[in-house]
C-alpha cells in the first residue's frame, strides 16, 4: 500500500500543484488526504467529471502546469467530450494527469454496473489515446510511474492517466481532527426520512412508484421497504449518478395517471443540474421530485459537495418549478408530503430535505440483481400483477 501523504508529496514534488475531481471509494484516503493538504483554490471537488477536466484545462492556461483530475471510472463517460474535443493534441493540447479509480477490475468481486465498466476501462482509454499505466504497489514504483507519466503528458501535450486498483492506498491519518460541518447537528437521518417518505406515500399516495438515485439513497430505500414489509418493487439506480431525475421523468412522461416519486441527492442533482430545468420545463402533474441533502458524497467516503452554500428550493422555482420547499425535521417533512401528494398539488414539486451525514453501519445492499429490478419495477409501474 501507498501512504497517501506520500503520493501527494510526491506529486507536489514533481510540479502537480491543482486537483479537481469527483471523490471516488477506492480513491477515498487520496481524496481525504488532497481535501486535507491542499488550500481550497488548488483543490476543486467538482460537480462533474467533466467539469474536473475543464478545471483542469484553465489551470494549465493560466499557469503551464500539468494539473490532476481524480475520478472512478464509472465517471469516464463525464470526461469524454472534453478529453478528446478540448484536451487531445490535435485540439487545444493540454496535459493533465488522470488519476482513475478501477471499479470492477477483471477477476475482483464487485458489482454489475463496476464489471462492466472496468472490463472496457483499459480499451477505452486505449480508444481515446490517453497513455495510461496501473498505479504500483510501493511509493518508489508510484514515483517513478508519475515521473514518466508526467513527461509524456508534457512532451505530447496531452492528457495521461494512472489506474488505481482496490487497496492501493493505506488509511489516511489526519493530523487534525475534521472540523464540525454544517449538516452534522442536523435532526435527522437521511434513512429517515425515506421512512417518512414511505409512510407518506402508503397514506396518500400507495399507487406510486418510486425511483431511487445511485448510492446509499437506493440502498436505504431498499431496507426500508423490508423493514416496512413491502415489495421491492423501485427503481434502484446502482449506476449512472445523476441521471435518476430523467429516469423518474421519462416513466412519469410514460404513464402519466401513476404517481412518480423521486428520491435524489444533492451531488446526484448539482451533477446534472440541467436535469431539473428539463423536469420544470415539461412540468408533469405526477412527479415528486425529493432532493435529500447532506451537502457530502456520503456513498464514496463523505466528502463535501456545494450544496450547502445553495437554496435549492429557490434554484428550483427559479428553474421554473410550481412548488418547492426546504425542511429539516420529521414534522415539517410530513406536512410537506401531504401537502405535495394532496389533490390538486402544484406539480412538480420538489422538496429540499436537509439530512445528517452517514448511514448505519448494518447497512446492506439490494438482493436483486438490476435485471430483476428493472423487471418488477416494469410491472408495478404498468400496473401489472406483482
Same mark, same amino acid.
Given at each position: ?57 484553465? &489551470? ?30 490535435? $485540439? ?9 479509480? &478501477? ?69 489516511? %491519518? ?34 406510486? $412508484? ?57 451531488? %446526484? &442533482? ?64 410530513? %406536512? ?20 445528517? +451525514? ?23 409501474? +404498468?400496473?401489472?400483477?406483482?
Amino acid at each position: 500500500m501507498i501512504a497517501p501523504e506520500a503520493f501527494v508529496a510526491a506529486l507536489s514534488a514533481a510540479g502537480v500543484r491543482f486537483a479537481a475531481g469527483v471523490p471516488d471509494s477506492l480513491l477515498k484516503q487520496l481524496c481525504a488526504c488532497i481535501e486535507a493538504e491542499l488550500p481550497r483554490e488548488r483543490h476543486v471537488i467538482a460537480a462533474n467529471e467533466g467539469s474536473a477536466v475543464g478545471l483542469a484545462a484553465g &489551470w494549465h492556461l493560466a499557469t503551464g502546469e500539468v494539473p490532476l483530475v481524480y475520478l472512478q471510472n464509472s465517471g469516464l463517460g463525464n470526461t469524454i467530450n472534453p478529453l478528446v474535443s478540448l484536451a487531445d493534441p490535435d $485540439v487545444y493540447a493540454l496535459p493533465m494527469l488522470l488519476v482513475i479509480g &478501477w471499479r470492477g477490475e477483471p477477476d475482483v468481486k464487485d458489482e454489475p454496473q463496476h464489471r462492466r465498466q472496468g472490463a472496457i476501462t483499459p480499451a477505452l482509454l486505449d480508444v481515446l489515446g490517453v497513455p495510461t499505466q496501473v498505479l504500483g504497489a510501493d511509493l518508489e514504483t508510484a514515483t517513478t510511474q508519475l515521473a514518466g507519466l508526467l513527461a509524456t503528458a508534457r512532451a505530447r501535450s496531452g492528457p495521461v492517466a494512472l489506474l488505481v486498483r482496490k487497496g492501493a492506498f493505506s488509511p489516511y %491519518a489526519r493530523v487534525e481532527p475534521e472540523a464540525p460541518r454544517p449538516t452534522d447537528a442536523l435532526p435527522m437521518t437521511r434513512e429517515a426520512a425515506i421512512g417518512r417518505v414511505l409512510e407518506a406515500l402508503a397514506q396518500h399516495a400507495p399507487e406510486a $412508484v418510486v425511483v431511487g438515485t445511485t448510492g446509499m439513497p437506493s440502498r436505504e430505500l431498499y431496507e426500508q421497504r423490508g423493514l416496512r414489509g413491502e415489495a421491492t418493487a423501485d427503481f434502484y439506480t446502482v449506476g449512472s449518478m445523476g441521471h435518476a431525475s430523467q429516469i423518474a421523468l421519462g416513466a412519469a412522461l410514460g404513464r402519466p395517471d401513476r404517481r412518480v416519486v423521486l428520491l435524489d441527492g444533492d451531488g %446526484a &442533482w448539482l451533477m446534472h443540474l440541467g436535469g431539473a430545468a428539463t423536469i420544470a420545463d415539461l412540468a408533469p402533474a405526477n412527479l415528486l421530485h425529493v432532493v435529500l441533502d447532506n451537502a457530502a458524497h456520503d456513498s464514496v467516503g463523505g466528502q463535501p459537495t456545494t450544496s450547502v452554500g445553495v437554496r435549492i428550493d429557490a434554484v428550483s422555482r427559479a428553474l421554473g418549478y410550481p412548488a418547492a420547499t426546504t425542511v429539516q425535521d420529521a414534522a415539517a417533512l410530513d %406536512a410537506a408530503l401531504a401537502a405535495a401528494l394532496a389533490p390538486g398539488a402544484a406539480a412538480p414539486t420538489l422538496l429540499h430535505v436537509r439530512v445528517r +451525514r452517514g448511514n448505519r453501519k448494518d447497512l446492506g445492499r439490494p438482493r436483486t440483481s438490476p435485471r430483476e429490478n428493472k423487471a418488477g419495477f416494469e410491472r408495478r409501474l +404498468r400496473g401489472e400483477a406483482e
